[in-house]
């Protein structure tokens, strides 16, 4: 299966991956995500705006064009509605961008960073002895990233230091660039790792998690 980043962009994040890693002995783990819900609801949503179009549509035009309602013309108004909000439907499952129209913020960032703390958990992103695994986690869907740092780096990433490193990825993500997303990601951890003493010399060149990239197409 193709994945979902371009092998040159692959190996520009797993470059900057080792770089962290070695320069800071912290573990990184990448992860890329297609989206990280479903969304049925957004196909009804996208229905009952087309439906409710088309219904203003015909109520204006009975209300500066009259004409004489029938049986046929109020079967004609049904399947009028009916295909317009089908169309609508449709388009959801066809056009991400349209899709995300009917898609909060709020709703976006809660479905992205509950699939980051699963992914976190199943990937025993935990199990460094130091405690300094870091999830940095993108959702293509929703536009968003997620950084989730490990316990042991509670006091070089938190709060405003996070907010650092997804704001500028969001930016990119918006105009589609994954790969300079992760980029910008990883070289503001190292900016931020790389005044922090997380590990000694000897401990820097362990490797405790796999540097793979993580790509899921689906949730």
């Known amino acids: 299966m193709r994945g979902i980043l371009r092998d040159d962009e692959r190996a520009r ?9 070695r320069r800071t002995g912290a573990q990184i783990v990448v992860a890329v995500v297609e989206r990280s819900d479903s969304y049925v609801e957004l196909p009804w949503k996208a229905f009952a705006l087309g439906a409710s179009i088309t219904c203003l549509v015909i109520f204006a035009l009975g209300f500066f064009a009259p004409y004489r309602a029938s049986q046929a013309t109020g079967f004609v108004a049904i399947a009028g509605m009916l295909a317009f909000g089908g169309l609508c439907a ?8 349209f899709a995300r129209l009917f898609l909060s913020r709020y709703r976006s960032e809660t479905e992205a960073r509950q699939y980051a703390e699963s992914l976190f958990l199943k990937r ?7 405690r300094t695994g870091i999830l940095l986690f993108v959702s293509l869907f929703e536009g968003q990233a997620v950084l989730l740092p490990d316990r042991g780096l509670a006091g070089s990433l938190a709060g405003d230091a996070i907010e650092s490193v997804v704001a500028p990825m969001a930016a990119s993500l918006s105009r589609g660039r994954t790969g300079e997303a992760l980029e ?7 900016d931020i790792l790389g005044g922090a003493e997380l590990a ?20």
């Open 13 to 21: 994040v797993d470059e900057g991956v080792k770089e962290i890693e």
């Open 90 to 97: 449709l388009l959801t499952v066809l056009m991400p961008g």
């Open 124 to 130: 025993e992103i935990f199990a460094t002895a130091g």
């Open 184 to 190: 910008k990601g990883l070289g503001r951890l190292l």
């Open 200 to 219: 000694g010399p000897g401990d820097a060149g362990e490797n405790e998690l796999p540097d793979e990239v993580i790509e899921e197409r689906r949730a």
